[in-house]
């Protein structure tokens, strides 16, 4: 639909949900505006539904939603332009705290399970606006790697130094570009929040990591620098405690100080935070759970490739597989193959497969685009816009993920399989060639569980995790503050 028809669809909702008088807030997803109505009975529901550009309208969660698809924000837009600034983000905020407020309060498993989907929906609600970056970088990426690894193209050139750039950038500089997104998700300061990001992904501090230099030692214990490129949830955390402190201060902070003062406070405050207890605790957990899994592959490569495979993309979630980044470092540098890195390989290929299914089985306009972006990107070895964009918005997609990774794991584990690159996921494949004898076991191998990974989490996401009747919840929604319906 033309960009000129966007004020007249505006109008045609505003008045049929109805009227402004009716209208507490409104925010929006990637496909839907969520109205917070003061009186629901009003909306004209066929009316709506009826309009040229409005799919569908549905009632969940305290809100009336009218579903538009990929125009979505330009319509937004329009219907803000027409009800005024005061009717956006910020009521909205206000709004679904207020519905909060008004619904009884949940125990024991309940509590645990709300926790649980608002934990899940802040991750993705912050990752959802920066997904379709994350996608085509990743794709950037995977093309890359194929080109070095056919000696297509070399990685000393210039050309390879500028597209490198290009698609490496959003990764690098992921702290700056969640921590401005995990913001506007939980309602705090983007800007402060960015440069938090941007100090803690300073490159004097990467170098400093990168020397295993240490902060401070203190009764005994090392406080490391950490590595904050490519990670998310640690910022998450920052964006989070930057506005629960930017709260606090602005209580006691005069007027005339706060311009200066108050961001000065919270960003030296959660910066040190993050570099002295995030990051150090982080590392920590990495290193105990790197020892773990040594010591389970050194035992059963068998079971360590079930129990890795299942549960690998889960640490990207906390961060934590940068505890097993190193080990697949030091192999390759030591001995020029990793049996660990083949394991993970297998992870990216069925979260891949996963979002394949919903990619096919969709017919969603939007979520079908989306997905079909995040499966390339999960098979060049990049499945950030997977997990985020789609598989942990429908928990049964990612759970589907796990159950293909998790067997693909297996069968590398027990075939053996071996990889002599970092490059994983189908894109990865020149590394399952021996450079000394061409291919052998290990590239059937890679091939043999690359197919079951494939099957296994195509198969089960596509027969029981999603259908289109599933509900996104909340997860991309722009202004809603942890806790909240």
Known sequence: MPTTDYSSLATNIISDVGGKGNIDSLIHCITRLRFYLKDITKAQTESIKNLDGVIDVREAQGQYQVVIGNAVTDVYDAVIAQLGPDFGDDAATSAAIKDTADQPKLHGWALIRSGFDNFIGVITGSLSPIVGILAASGILKGLLAMFTGFHWLSDTSNLYLILNAIGDSAFYFLPILVGYSAAKKLGGDPIITAVIGGAIAYPTILTAAGKGAEIVTFAGINFPFVTYTYTIFPMILAAYMAKRLQAWVKTWM????????????????????????????????????????????????????????????????????????????????????????????????????????????????????????????????????????????????????????????????????????????????????????????????????????????????????????????????????????
């Open 254 to 485: 005069p007027s005339y100080l706060a311009m200066i003062f108050t961001p000065l406070v919270v960003i030296l405050v959660v910066s040190a935070i993050t570099l002295l207890v995030t990051g150090p605790v982080i590392t920590w957990l990495a290193d105990g759970l790197a020892s773990g899994i040594s010591w389970i592959l050194t035992s059963s490569s068998w079971f360590g490739g079930l129990i890795l495979g299942g549960l690998y993309q889960i640490l990207v979630i906390f961060g934590l597989h940068w505890g097993v980044v190193p080990l697949v470092a030091n192999d390759i540098a030591t001995t020029g193959h990793s049996y660990l890195n083949a394991i993970i390989c297998q992870t990216m290929v069925a979260q891949g497969a996963a979002v394949l299914a919903v990619a096919i089985k969709s017919r969603k306009t939007n979520l079908k685009a989306l997905s079909w972006g995040a499966a390339i990107s999960a098979f060049c070895g990049v499945t950030e816009p997977a997990i985020y964009g789609v598989n942990l918005r429908f928990k049964r997609v990612f759970i589907s993920g796990l159950i293909g990774s998790a067997v693909g794991g297996f069968i590398t584990g027990l075939l053996h399989v071996d990889m002599w690159g970092f490059t994983g996921s189908l894109i990865g494949f020149p590394s399952f060639i021996n450079p000394k004898v061409g291919i052998d076991g290990s590239f059937y191998g890679f091939l043999i569980a690359s197919a079951a990974s494939l099957i296994v989490g195509f198969t089960i996401a596509y027969l029981w995790g999603y259908n289109d009747k599933m509900q996104e919840g909340t997860a991309v929604e722009r202004a809603k503050k942890p806790g909240t319906k």
